[in-house]
């Protein structure tokens, strides 16, 4: 006896095998068009550096173009709530930092998107290195010299950073939590102006990327006495990390990464992290993104997704313990 089944359930069934195919089959094609690169800043920086270093190797690689489109304001909130609500067929992505990601959640009340929900996370770029630094004549020749005195001064010693809610102000918040010491936070706009008050000797401490204090460091105007990186820099093994010195317990580094809409599906988003970790092991690229400060740091979007919650779950408490808020 021939079974035969109800046309409504052949075509149940065809409606869900299209369901299922047409993912696969769209990013077998993507991409087919221009890409645009949200960057939710002025041009300039090291996001917008990184995009601009990698975007032409990904246009090499597809055929496409790839374009920056800056849209600073509203600490980055702008351009990030735009890519939040754009389409998720991997023609829209931003590009921003550890800050935008993981600190401006925990941090500003009402944010208009939630990273987890409306995000899918998707490549890593670079990974800018944080400092703990003192003026080259300055008595402490330790970090430990530093929470001494600052035992002896609760909140009289001052720290410079680029600004309010910045990983460098929350990882010197923790530091001064893990301590039992108290600082004073002197906030600068961006990190030039915060080195150079640590250079001129205006503030005794700064927490610095490495980015703004390489002129320093070669004019010897200023001294490092740590790095707030997960191990020490190849670059400069002399340099003792804090978590080996038991004072931070997280990689206090600044970085770069991209994602893209929620809704993007996983198989573009494996093809864009694949490209983009391609390009990021080319010698040109490497040289380009360490003229910025950048190192390279190739990973997976889980590893990525699995990053940003760990450091997110980490800076809230932080922020929450030492009572940072937004400006």
């Not at 849209?71 to 992505?93: E, F, H, Q, R």
Request: glycine share 8%.
């Amino acid at each position: 006896m021939i079974s035969r089944r109800p046309a409504g359930t052949l075509a149940c069934l065809g409606a869900v095998l299209a369901a299922v195919l047409s993912p696969v089959a769209h990013a077998q094609d993507w991409p087919s068009k221009p890409i645009r690169i949200v960057v939710p800043y002025q041009p300039g920086g090291i996001i917008d550096a990184a995009a601009r270093i990698v975007g032409p190797k990904l246009t090499e690689a597809w055929g496409q173009q790839i374009i920056i489109d800056n849209k600073p304001g509203g600490n980055a909130i702008i351009g990030m709530s735009l890519v939040a609500k754009a389409p998720g067929d991997g023609y829209t992505w931003v590009m921003a930092t550890l800050g935008d990601f993981t600190v401006n959640p925990t941090m500003i009340k009402d944010i208009p998107y939630s990273i987890e929900k409306d995000f899918a996370p998707t490549a890593f770029f670079t990974s800018i290195p944080t400092i703990f630094a003192v003026n080259a004549n300055s008595p402490y020749k330790s970090v430990a010299d530093v929470i001494a005195d600052a035992k002896k001064q609760p909140g009289k010693i001052s720290y410079a950073t680029p600004g309010n809610g910045a990983i460098n102000h929350i990882a010197m918040e923790a530091i001064a939590l893990n301590t039992g010491t108290k600082f004073q936070h002197i906030p600068y706009k961006g990190g030039a102006p915060a080195t150079t008050a640590v250079a001129a000797g205006d503030v005794p401490v700064g927490l610095l990327a490495v980015t703004a204090a390489l002129p320093f460091i070669k004019s010897e105007k200023i001294r490092i006495l740590a790095t707030a990186t997960a191990k020490r820099l190849e670059s400069n093994p002399q340099w003792p990390t804090l978590d080996e010195l038991g004072m931070l317990k997280f990689d206090g580094s600044n970085w770069v990464g991209m994602m893209g809409p929620k809704a993007t599906p996983a198989a573009i988003v494996a093809k864009m992290n694949a490209a983009v970790n391609k390009a990021l092991a080319m010698p040109d690229v490497i040289e380009r993104l360490g003229a910025t400060g950048g190192t390279p740091v190739p990973m997976t979007p889980a590893e990525f997704e699995k990053r940003v919650k760990a450091e997110t779950a980490a800076f809230k408490e932080v922020v929450d313990k030492a009572k940072i808020e937004a400006n």
